[in-house]
């Protein structure tokens, strides 16, 4: 994830916005690098922002913004009454109870809690099935139930294999016919190779020699608990960049997408007919709060991340999911948000600290927002 200097070969800010979301291009112009910006506000999208090597419709990796895209299918199957949350795993799936797992739920798998975190290959992990083919034998790392640590790239390897037994379908069939299709989302789960063309590689980080030196004193082994759940074993970097990973589009961190696909996902999650509101409150409701056995702190909802508590002037039932190349991406009931950032650059140390403004001045622009015609949103 490190590399050279970067350089622009445009700095302008190009796209639009609505009218009182000025301020909005101003902050992603002071902050946003080979980046995108889409917002939709109850529905209707109010920002679309794009600057440096990248396009309006330019299509990168998001990794774990991805997790919401499948959380999303779960939620669907839940809502249709095909998958139970509190079953577990191993009625779907008898093998998996191999090890001590038979109690583990498909509910404890979506909020992190089964102790499955991974500590696999490169080639392992860009397929979901060899990826459950292996877990399925594996003890977890802790009794599961008792902790929660993020698995940042097998998770919903699980979910899919579940998915797959359950209906005789792939979680990515399950997407493309719900969810991407019928919405017309420019987020994919598997990338067509007609769609390769609009790809552009993920770039590395950059750091000086005395911040590369500095980073990697403090980086765990990739076999510790947190060096698993990271994903510290694998050229991240490369991963998305392999033809093989977009292709089939791993369900943890494999989506490809940009900007205006992930805030419109959002917007059918939480302003279109996809969910009811019990499902969708089922889905956001917090899960697993407190420490972390692998990031330290999280907060998780149900697949998702529980953003009311990243962002604290949103609403508590916020929602998505970030990845670690920069994306962003999530739903605020409350305010109407419906928010998607795509970035093209790594960090070399995974902060990313223009979320924090962008959501604020995205924030602070939906409050009291009014259309063109001076009539207050929705």
Request: aromatic letters at 10%; zero cysteines.
């Amino acid at each position: 994830m490190i590399g050279a200097a970067p350089t622009m070969s445009d700095s302008e800010v190009h796209g639009t916005v609505a009218h009182g979301f000025e301020a909005v291009r101003d902050e992603f112009a002071a902050v946003a690098q080979d980046a995108q910006l889409a917002v939709h506000l109850h529905g209707r999208r109010v920002v679309d922002l794009w600057t440096g090597d990248v396009a309006g419709d330019s299509l990168t990796g998001v990794y774990s913004s991805t997790k919401g895209a499948t959380a999303l299918v779960v939620a669907v199957l839940v809502q249709d009454g095909v998958l139970e949350l509190d079953l577990p795993v191993a009625h779907y799936w008898p093998r998996f109870a191999a090890a001590g797992k038979g109690r583990i739920t498909l509910r404890d798998v979506l909020t992190h809690r089964s102790g499955l975190i991974g500590g696999l290959s490169a080639d392992e992990l860009a397929d979901d099935r060899e990826t459950a083919r292996r877990l399925a034998d594996r003890r977890p790392y802790w009794r599961p139930g008792t902790a929660y640590g993020y698995g940042g790239f097998v998770t919903f390897a699980i979910v899919g294999e579940v998915v797959r037994l359950a209906t005789g379908r792939s979680l990515q069939e399950h997407y493309e016919e719900r969810i991407r299709a019928p919405y017309g989302l420019d987020l994919y789960l598997g990338l067509p190779e007609a769609l390769e063309e609009r790809y552009l590689d993920v770039l590395p980080g950059s750091a000086s020699p005395a911040e590369l030196t500095a980073f990697l004193a403090t980086l765990p082994s990739p076999y510790s608990i947190v060096g698993m759940g990271y994903g510290f074993g694998l050229d991240q970097v490369a991963f998305l960049n392999t033809r093989r990973v977009r292709a089939l589009g791993q369900a943890s961190a494999g989506g490809v997408g940009n900007a205006r696909g992930l805030a419109a996902m959002y917007a059918a999650a939480t302003f279109g007919p996809l969910l009811g509101p019990e499902t969708l409150g089922e889905f956001t409701t917090l899960h697993s709060t407190g420490r972390d056995l692998v990031t330290g702190t999280g907060q998780y909802a149900l697949g998702f991340q529980a953003k009311g508590l990243r962002y604290p002037f949103l609403g508590a039932d916020a929602f998505g999911h970030n990845g670690s190349a920069g994306s962003e991406a999530f739903a605020d009931p409350l305010s109407g948000i419906a928010f998607g950032y795509v970035r093209r650059r790594f960090s070399v140390d995974w902060s990313y600290p223009e979320h924090d403004r962008l959501v604020a001045a995205v924030h602070r622009a939906a409050v009291g927002a009014v259309d063109d015609n001076g009539k207050v949103y929705p």
